[in-house]
């Protein structure tokens, strides 16, 4: 990389947004995966859109590639650097722009953190529904470039179905303005195209959320199970009786003794597997839900069932389960994420033959994953 281009960067914003010391490279040489590591030429950390903007063109004039980061909680190597270019970051650009509560949307700048929509939009009783394990953390770029999900996407759907319009910066510099304000925007779905595309094609700067209304009521369920196979087969047991719940979520023993090390959130450590089940709407109606619930669960195999009296309770549960993969780095120094889906009838049985290969080969896989839709995500640790 040319001082020529150096300089330039250094123009459009100061030196001190401009890193190239070896020391200061290396927390961006990777994302949560960690089992890849490349190093960037520099990292470039602008304070507006407007910087943004101009750091693309001039990327694009001097043929050098960039990769956009937030805070890095990819576990698929999302913001890894490519080591020809640089790495723009883009936790800086962190404004909630305008919070429209009649109309229910929110348009936030993408280093704005997940959590922060649901906090800034919760007084006047609207979330924004997505929730990564990260949302924490992670930024809102980043849950559009990835179509982020999260617990609650069982009932709620993916980021891509509360993203009503973008903001963004193509490759090249151009600066283009898809989707609106609502969901009747006209023409071809180009917000579509663009939620989960990874980057591919440019950076969202600007993201106009949808909000929605916080239920009611809750009522959150934690089920120990002697196996992950009967734990498995419980989540068809309830979509089968018809109930639909918010999140159902599953960690086999593995992952529960890293959570318990760490977050200390109440699990059974001599569990096979718990399932975390959650019902949200009116209160009369879940109330009858809960009911059927803990006779399915129940008759399921389930010798340990806990349910949340309170928020704090919830939230404990909860604590468990979104520190998951955070806590695996308890027992192992790295691990590779997979993630399929299998079909809920078949749940069981996938996690039963995932339990028999990792026995026989003798590698240790520590499971948690979105049972609900039957999205697995086996940690192959080493």
């Not at 401009?18 to 994302?31: K, R």
């Not at 609650?152 to 009503?164: E, P, Q, R, Y």
């Not at 960690?251 to 109440?266: F, P, Q, R, Y």
């Amino acid at each position: 990389m040319s001082k020529s281009f150096l300089d330039k960067l250094k123009d459009i914003v100061t030196d001190e947004q401009v890193l190239t010391a070896h020391s200061e490279l290396i927390p961006y040489e990777s994302d949560g995966l960690t089992a890849f590591k490349a190093l960037p030429r520099a990292v470039v950390l602008p304070n507006k859109q407007s910087e943004v903007i101009s750091i693309v063109r001039l990327c694009h004039e001097h043929s050098v590639p960039f990769v956009a980061r937030g805070s890095g909680t990819s576990l698929s190597g999302g913001s890894l650097p490519n080591e020809r270019g640089i790495v723009i970051g883009l936790n800086r650009l962190n404004s909630i722009l305008d919070l429209n509560i009649e109309e229910r949307y929110a348009v936030v700048e993408c280093g704005v953190i997940n959590n922060d929509v649901s906090e800034a939009s919760k007084h006047y009783g609207l979330h924004y529904a997505p929730d990564p394990s990260s949302q924490l953390v992670c930024t809102i770029g980043g849950n559009v470039a990835f179509n982020s999900g999260g617990a609650h996407c069982l009932k709620h759907g993916m980021t891509s179905n509360h993203v009503l319009g973008i903001k963004a910066v193509l490759p090249d510099g151009t600066v283009v303005q898809i989707g609106g304000h609502s969901l009747d925007s006209v023409g071809p779905d180009l917000v579509g195209l663009f939620v989960g595309s990874e980057g591919l094609f440019g950076i969202a700067l600007e993201i106009i959320l949808r909000l929605v209304p916080m239920p009611e009521g809750f009522r959150t369920l934690l089920a120990a199970y002697p196996s992950m196979e009967q734990a498995g087969d419980a989540v068809s047991s309830i979509i089968d009786a018809g109930l639909l719940p918010t999140a159902m979520e599953i960690m086999d023993n593995l992952t529960i003794k890293a959570v318990e090390a760490t977050v200390h959130a109440g699990y059974p450590t001599d569990a096979g597997a718990v399932l975390i089940v959650e019902l949200e709407g009116e209160i009369v109606e879940i109330e009858e839900e809960f009911k059927c619930l803990r006779k399915i669960i129940y008759e399921s195999g389930a010798y340990n069932v806990t349910s949340a009296n309170n928020q704090n309770e919830r939230a404990l549960i909860w604590k468990g389960r979104k520190g998951a993969f955070g806590a695996l780095g308890k027992i192992s120094p790295a691990y590779i994420v997979q993630d399929g889906v299998v079909p809920r009838s078949q749940l069981g049985s996938a996690l039963a033959e995932i339990d028999s290969l990792s026995e026989k080969y003798g590698i240790r896989v520590a499971n948690v994953f979105h049972a609900g839709d039957g999205n697995l995500h086996p940690n192959v640790l080493f």
